[in-house]
């Protein structure tokens, strides 16, 4: 008989063990060693059947098991010191505290971070793969800088989903129903100790009612909303119902509760913990647009009574947006008439307004990654790489500028170190570098103390471990797909922790190319069973359960690791998690990525590698583009497309294909298994350590979220502070002026240019220009007059360019007469125009308004 409802009933804890429940309900437990040792020493087999789920420990061990650790004295010693440390940990001044009592007012009170999913640990299953393993990222860095962020997310009650094969290896998906009551999640309550709620209007006179769930990772409140309550009828019960599930009109009611909602849950919680109200809104992906929206609707409906400009033109100040997407097929968008059926009737917001803000090329379509960029001040991808191709890719956004000026920045991606680096590689380097160091990115030079016997011993005990793990994992696999014990004896000897292992898990999209390494089935077999140098892969990954081409590379795959031949030399894990990516960082040697190049925004399993020694071996593309230095921390997979000009998708997969088969045979294989007198591979071990030193500062997540505070966060957040102050009176002015400004334009135009070099052109020497610009009522102070120059192509095209702000040197009847000296730095063709930009000194930059008027244009 099948229950009507699921819940958890939670351990009454002993007086003395009440800080138990403390530590348990804060996730700083996830990544803190010594919280991990005290709840293990609770009950160690018992948290070993709940995978480390600390809820499930408790709710699982026995009153008599309490009772004895009541009495237990050095327990409670541990137990205290724990609690101690989590105290300390929480209320003492961190590095955002030390930057805001130098600068005072430089830094935001309160940071509000939307993100559609969040990896913090796998017993709060509500992340598909690598974005929200970046946001979970994300909010332990800020709580270990002690940044103030506030955290919005919906709780899906079925999660993404867990993964298992057939016996043939097509991939099944199994949704498990998740009890909130049996997460490290507490309902929000208002003053009354009612449960908070948020509403939401939908078409036809319905409501989508949620309430708001509360996580504390570290310092950081993660708010989670969940439509799965008494107040809503069965499709709106639905609407958090999974992770990426469901058709369009789900997707948007999802999105639609995320950022509406997400920003009424801020309100709340605000109201009710006395919490500053957050000055930076930042959307991570397209996912969570529509808080703008919502904001526009308060200012322009609520007591500030502003138009629809001025309040967009507040929101915009103080919104950071980023991309994470290469391509325009991964961008969320909606039929118009859709959006507009469930935004028709927001207060204070003329819904062509908001259709306006999510235009692109198809006018039936609207683009929730247009309107993140329309709506946020500042825009980043999240790699070097990745900023210059979102830049080309949205180019359209800004016509009349080249790509490379599309203000589109990038902030590196990184990845929480105590969460991903194994604790013996943690304790390594902590002691020869120091705990805050590490964390500061610096000190990582110590590991130079380490001699090469201890770091290959190390990566040998970490190897041996992923081997276990890899042997249990495809016997349990093996199980669930139908083949009897006798037929799985084989995996007790799979794989060996003395072979070189390579390790590869993502998601599986077409262009990640998990079956690369396929391409040439006898090629590989030969690499895998080499008599004297032979290599293991284990592979692990998820394809949407939509995307049955991901499916057939994932049977591919098992098919191949099925062979008799190989199949204790390669293997694929079913239901890639944190847990088991855990495994997989320690232990491979060699982290694998071969994705067409450039569509990899970033890919962190990589980093993740890194901080455990593991060399990469992947095409140049997300933060490996910026930090692969060849032979030195890992190797370069040539890219076809780079030498290849015109080439087809399967040339290009041959010739990258064959690249990594001759690195695998010609450089890694004989690098691993060169043994010194010791027997150690002294090269190896040497890339290992440089590895450790080169990209150990760079991959953390804590840089990471320092480059936000200090390159967006803190800008957006004065930037909103000048557009607020005095009853919004800048952020009027500045709206009046840009439509002052857009409707003057169309007569704005550089009419005549002069040029003057004194004798011929020679290097070093100036050219002097002087252009006339017909101002059409704006006045000079309103505008940028700019020399571009640079060398240029057969077509007069300048291949690269600078620019020189021009000075006026008059002005009359609406004309202005611009000058100045462009110096000659290069020899050969040189060429240059001028063009006029808008100007004012609350725009973030000059390219803000997309207005341009160049000469000759």
Request: proline share 6%.
């Amino acid at each position: 008989m099948k229950a009507l409802r699921r819940l958890t009933v939670r351990a009454a804890l002993p007086a003395p063990l009440a800080p138990l429940g403390d530590i348990v309900a804060n996730l700083r437990w996830s990544w803190h060693a010594e919280s991990l040792d005290l709840l293990e020493s609770v009950a160690p087999e018992l948290w070993a059947e709940c995978n480390g789920d600390p809820a499930r420990l408790l709710g699982g061990v026995s009153t008599d098991r309490l009772a004895t650790l009541a009495k237990d004295r050095k327990f409670l010693r541990r137990l205290q010191d724990v609690s101690d440390d989590l105290r300390d940990y929480l209320e003492q001044p961190r590095w955002y505290q030390r930057q805001q009592e130098a600068e005072p007012g430089s830094l935001p009170s309160s940071i509000a971070y939307f993100s559609p999913e969040f990896g913090i640990t796998e017993v709060l299953p509500q992340y598909s793969g690598g974005l929200g393993i970046l946001a979970g990222d994300h909010l332990k860095a800020a709580s270990d800088l002690g940044a103030p962020l506030i955290g919005v997310g919906l709780l899906y009650r079925a999660g993404y989903f867990s993964q298992s094969l057939s016996r043939e290896g097509w991939q099944q998906e199994r949704y498990p129903s998740l009890d909130p009551q049996g997460l490290p999640l507490i309902p929000l309550r208002d003053q009354e100790g009612n449960p908070a709620r948020v509403v939401l209007d939908l078409p036809g006179g319905s409501t989508l009612h949620a309430q708001i769930w509360q996580a504390w990772v570290g310092r950081v409140p993660l708010l989670l909303l969940d439509s799965d309550v008494e107040e809503n009828d069965e499709a709106a019960r639905g609407v958090t119902d999974r992770l990426y599930g469901g058709g369009p009109e789900h997707r948007l009611q999802q999105e639609l509760l995320l950022g509406i909602g997400g920003v009424r849950a801020l309100r709340c919680y605000c109201a009710i913990t006395g919490h500053p109200a957050p000055e930076v809104f930042h959307t991570n992906e397209g996912h969570a647009g529509f808080l703008g929206i919502e904001r526009i609707s308060e200012l322009s409906d609520g007591p500030a009574k502003l138009t629809f400009d001025e309040a967009l033109t507040a929101v915009r100040a103080g919104t950071v947006f980023t991309t994470h997407t290469p391509v325009p097929a991964g961008i969320d968008r909606f039929e118009r008439e859709l959006v507009r059926a469930y935004l028709g009737g927001v207060p204070g917001v003329p819904v062509d307004r908001i259709l306006a803000l999510g235009a692109e090329d198809d006018p039936t379509k609207f683009n929730m990654a247009h309107m993140g960029l329309r709506l946020g001040q500042r825009a980043n991808g999240v790699a070097q790489l990745h900023g210059r191709v979102s830049r080309s890719m949205f180019n359209d956004l800004w016509p009349g500028l080249d790509a490379e000026e599309v203000p589109i920045t990038s902030v590196t991606n990184g990845v929480h170190t105590p969460t991903w680096m194994a604790r013996e590689f943690m304790d390594l380097a902590q002691r020869n570098a120091g705990a805050a160091d590490l964390v500061a990115g610096e000190g990582w030079d110590g590991i130079d103390r380490v001699s090469d016997v201890e770091l290959w011993e190390l990566k040998h005990e970490l190897r041996e471990r992923l081997v276990v793990e890899i042997r249990r994992r495809i016997r349990q696999s093996g199980l669930e797909r139908g083949f009897s014990g006798v037929e799985l004896a084989w995996t007790a000897t799979a794989f060996d922790p003395d072979v070189l292992t390579i390790g590869f898990a993502r998601r599986v999209p077409s262009y990640k190319r998990l079956t690369l390494m396929l391409r040439d089935p006898a090629r590989l077999k030969k690499i895998l069973t080499d008599p004297e140098r032979p290599v293991q892969i284990v592979v692990a990954g998820k394809s949407h359960p939509a995307d049955d081409g991901g499916k057939e590379l994932i049977a591919q795959l098992v098919r191949f690791a099925d062979d008799p031949e190989v199949r204790g030399r390669i293997a694929f894990l079913p239901d890639y998690d944190i847990g088991m990516a855990r495994y997989l960082y320690w232990g491979s040697d060699v982290w694998l990525n071969n994705p067409l190049r450039p569509l990899e925004a970033c890919g962190t399993s990589g980093m993740k590698a890194a901080l455990n020694g593991a060399l990469n071996l992947s095409i140049k593309d997300g933060w490996w583009d910026e930090w692969c230095e060849d032979g030195k921390n890992g190797w370069e997979i040539p890219s076809a497309n780079d030498s290849l000009a015109g080439t087809t998708d399967d040339h290009r997969d041959a010739v990258e294909a064959a690249g990594l088969y001759d690195l695998i045979e010609h450089q890694v294989a004989p690098r691993f298994y060169a043994r010194d007198g010791r027997g150690i591979p002294a090269q190896w071990v040497s890339m290992v350590r440089y590895t450790l030193k080169s990209l150990g500062p760079k991959v953390q997540a804590s840089r990471m979220v320092r480059d936000y505070i200090q390159r967006l966060y803190a800008p957006a957040a004065q930037s909103a502070a000048l557009l607020v102050a005095d009853d919004f009176r800048a952020a009027k002015d500045l709206a009046a002026w840009k439509s002052w400004v857009a409707g003057s334009w169309k007569d704005v135009a550089v009419r005549h240019v002069e040029s003057l070099v004194e004798g011929d052109p020679s290097l070093g020497g100036h050219l002097q220009l002087r252009a006339e610009v017909a101002l059409s009522g704006l006045h000079s102070r309103d505008v940028e007059v700019q020399a571009v120059y640079g060398p240029v192509d057969a077509d007069n095209r300048l291949t690269s360019f600078e620019t020189l702000p021009l000075q006026l040197a008059d002005e009359r009847d609406s004309t202005g007469i611009f000058a100045g000296d462009i110096p000659l730095k290069k020899a050969g063709a040189f060429g240059y125009t001028v063009r006029v930009l808008p100007k004012h000194p609350l725009l973030a930059n000059l390219a803000e308004t997309g207005l341009v008027a160049s000469a000759g244009a």
